[in-house]
T-cell receptor, first 115, second 110 residues
Framework: GAGVSQSPSNKVTEKGKDVELRCDPI?????LYWYRQSLGQGLEFLIY????????KSGLPSDRFSAERTGGSVSTLTIQRTQQEDSAVYLC?????????????FGPGTRLLVL | RKEVEQDPGPFNVPEGATVAFNCTYS??????FFWYRQDCRKEPKLLMS???SGNEDGRFTAQLNRASQYISLLIRDSKLSDSATYLC???????????FGAGTRLFVKA
């Protein structure tokens, strides 16, 4: 079946512009996560959705970052007034059930470069 | 101190070798533990969950030591295809925040 998809796969933008990153989770997966991975670094948790609600958004680095999820499916991560330090790979993952032994399935990521 | 710490490596081993990675975590309330594998410029994929009693999946064995707050991954009879970055992952009870270690790089050479 279809896996997690993300778009765009690559995005180059100028400092100060806003960007929107999209994630399409696996159908039926109620849990959705956003992560950021900088070059040579581990994954940094950004936000978690259960359905359309975000019970944990503790990882969002600043108020320039926001995310929403609609219809319990597609999610959009928005970065306003982008800065060069926002350059990273943004990964989305979904899971069927965020329980004790969940498996998170990752999308291929969006590579964001802020010039 | 990072919540999850791993030796970044790289570990360079010959085919057929046995190699072990350790990972330490700081939150004693952590309840779920995993190893993920990430190939170069690819997304992470679940390798195995780590159970309290330890568990094995083919050539891979994972162990959990709650008292010392570390988990380990043992790979036996290494293959060239095992070359990747291995990510230690921890989740806390009742929480959704998933903490990934920075990863340990493994190179298996012929």
């Amino acid at each position: 079946g279809a896996g997690v998809s993300q778009s765009p796969s690559n995005k180059v933008t100028e400092k100060g512009k806003d960007v929107e990153l999209r994630c399409d989770p696996i159908s039926g997966h109620t849990a959705l996560y956003w992560y950021r991975q900088s070059l040579g670094q581990g994954l940094e948790f950004l936000i978690y959705f259960q359905g359309n609600s975000a019970p944990d958004k503790s990882g969002l680095p600043s108020d320039r970052f926001s995310a929403e999820r609609t219809g319990g499916s597609v999610s959009t991560l928005t970065i306003q007034r982008t800065q060069q330090e926002d350059s990273a790979v943004y990964l989305c993952a979904s899971s069927l059930d965020p329980g004790f032994q969940e498996t998170q399935y990752f999308g291929p990521g969006t590579r964001l470069l802020v010039l | 101190r990072k919540e999850v710490e791993q030796d970044p490596g790289p570990f360079n081993v010959p085919e057929g070798a046995t190699v072990a990675f350790n990972c330490t975590y700081s939150n004693s309330a952590s309840q779920s533990f995993f190893w993920y594998r990430q190939d170069c410029r690819k997304e992470p994929k679940l390798l195995m969950s780590v159970y309290s009693s330890g568990n094995e999946d083919g050539r891979f064995t994972a162990q959990l030591n709650r008292a010392s707050q570390y988990i380990s991954l043992l790979i036996r009879d290494s293959k060239l295809s095992d070359s990747a970055t291995y990510l230690c992952v921890v989740k806390s009870t009742g929480g959704f925040k998933t903490i990934f270690g920075a990863g340990t790089r493994l190179f298996v050479k012929a």
